[in-house]
Each structure stands twice: as C-alpha cells, then as structure tokens.
C-alpha cells in the first residue's frame, strides 16, 4: 500500500476508519526528512494492514501545531484510536519494522484500561480540588 497525504480534514476521519495507522510529519526542506521517506514508503509495501500517512508540516500548519510537532521528522503511531508511539527523528528500515512489529503486539485491552484509568485519575485528582477539608476524594 502506498502512503496517503494527510490534511487536517482526513486526519480524524483516517485515525478512527483504520486500526494502525503510522504518520510521518515532514517537510519538503528537511534532509532528514526526505531521507527517511523511502524507508518509510518501503514499510507501507511490506504491512499492507497498516495506514502509512504523511502530513507535510509546511502545508498543514495547523495539524502539525495541533500535534504539538516542534521537530521533523516526527513519526506517531496510533492503534484502535489511541497514540501508542510519538518520536520525532529518522529511523532506519530495521528500527522501523521493529517499532510497526511492537506496535501490531501491543496488547490493546491493556492499553484501553490504561487510558481509562489515567482519564480517571483526571477526573478524580479535580473531584479532589473542590472537596472540602472533611472529604477523603484524593
């Protein structure tokens, strides 16, 4: 599967619609970036039951600022809705294949209790600013 431009208008919609995806976040006068784009087209003939996205930084500013990307190339890597991976730097063809393989092992069940849990120590550490002096909510 070849990769897929990404825009701010697709980007939900390619996330939600899809179980893996992995996106680079590039720019056209990035060495690093340009040299990690065949490493990165190469993985997407090999996994074709992954999404492999690319923003282009310089034409979707506000996607890249929306994903707090302040260095390029950034590779993020969503599962079943949920960011599992965010690094920004080049990686080469082995390191890439061992992040998509971590990815596909990842236990998912795990993953969403610990999302879960995490949006509850949320909720619970704000219960916890407004309970009075007599209140155990922590």
Do not use: Y
């Not at 393989?101 to 704000?126: C, R």
């Not at 219960?127 to 155990?136: C, F, K, L, P, V």
């Amino acid at each position: 599967m070849a990769t897929v431009e990404i825009t701010t208008e697709n980007f939900g919609p390619t996330i939600e619609g899809n179980d893996i995806v992995f996106v680079d976040f590039w720019a056209t006068w990035c060495q690093p970036c340009v040299g990690f784009a065949p490493t990165f087209e190469a993985a997407s003939e090999k996994h074709d039951d992954v999404v492999f996205a690319k923003v282009d930084t310089e034409a979707q500013q506000a996607l890249a600022a929306e994903a707090n990307i302040t260095s390029i190339p950034t590779l993020m890597a969503f599962r079943e809705k949920v960011l599992v991976f965010a690094q920004p730097g080049a990686l080469n063809g082995t390191q890439l294949d061992s992040v998509i393989d971590a990815v596909k092992a990842l236990d998912m069940a795990e993953v969403h209790a610990a999302v879960a849990a995490k949006e509850n120590e949320g909720d619970t550490a704000s219960e916890g600013d407004t309970a009075s002096e007599g209140d155990t909510a922590k």
